[in-house]
């Protein structure tokens, strides 16, 4: 089966410094990758994804590669924010899509 | 994307008691899921919400102690049955949308946190 791993469980950044997040997958087949953001008390927010032919995506103060020669996965998030301070997933999908496998999270803490 | 609403969105209840979440998406998604967090952990898929069937349910999880109902495409409802305190959990309906570039993405509800005690 899949297997999800963050290679941190926990990241404390200073505010304004840049963050990175790692994520390490073991299904080679996966084909689609998104990241998620869940703030407390809230489910899990959509922030960026990324299908298996690209190896870069940016978007607003986040970039996410990808390495698909060693299966990982990293979301950068640049001048980190207060409000960026959540618990980060990076769920593999099953071959439905949507039953994704959810590993522990990566807990953000921005320090002012 | 889509703009799905759960309630309630907490509550208290006591042991042996039920307590039935509803799910409530904007538009017709054909895909809708049942999932558990319970305190301080990850995502657990509880079971697949199927539009005029009965619901596909995930190991370890049961239709007597979980009913879920979907009587069309753009709601459920999830039964958390003869509850017991060790049902505290935040639970999360979540659908998934095809988006541009026919890639299936996977959105989430905003989660009902229930406490039994």
């Known amino acids: 089966g899949e297997s999800v791993g963050l290679h941190l469980p926990t990241l404390s950044v200073q505010e304004g410094d840049n963050s990175i997040i790692n994520c390490a997958y073991s299904n080679s087949a996966s084909d689609y990758f998104i990241w998620y953001k869940q703030e407390s008390g809230k489910g899990p927010q959509f922030i960026i994804d990324?299908?298996?032919?690209?190896d870069k995506r940016q978007g607003q103060r986040v970039t996410v590669l990808l390495n698909k020669t060693v299966k990982h996965l990293s979301l950068q998030i640049a001048a980190t924010q207060p409000g960026d301070s959540a618990v980060y997933f990076c769920?593999?999908?099953?071959?439905?899509?949507?039953?994704?496998?959810f590993g522990d999270g990566t807990t953000l803490t921005v320090k002012p | 994307s889509a703009v799905i609403s759960q309630k309630p969105s907490r509550d208290i209840c006591q042991r042996g008691t039920s307590l039935t979440i509803q799910c409530q998406v904007d538009s017709q998604v054909t895909m809708m899921f049942w999932y558990r967090q319970q305190p301080g952990q990850s995502l657990t898929l509880i079971a697949t919400?199927?539009?005029?069937?009965?619901?596909?349910?995930e190991s370890g999880f049961v239709i007597d102690k979980f009913p879920i109902s979907r009587p069309n495409l753009t709601f459920s409802t999830l039964t958390v049955s003869n509850m017991s305190p060790e049902d505290s959990s935040i639970y999360l309906c979540s659908v998934v949308i095809m988006t541009s570039g026919r890639t299936d993405t996977q959105y989430f509800g905003p989660g009902t946190r229930l406490t039994v005690l």
């Open positions: 769920p593999v999908p099953r071959t439905n899509a949507g039953k994704s496998t």
């Open positions: 990324i299908r298996s032919n690209m």
């Open positions: 919400a199927n539009q005029g069937s009965e619901a596909t349910y």
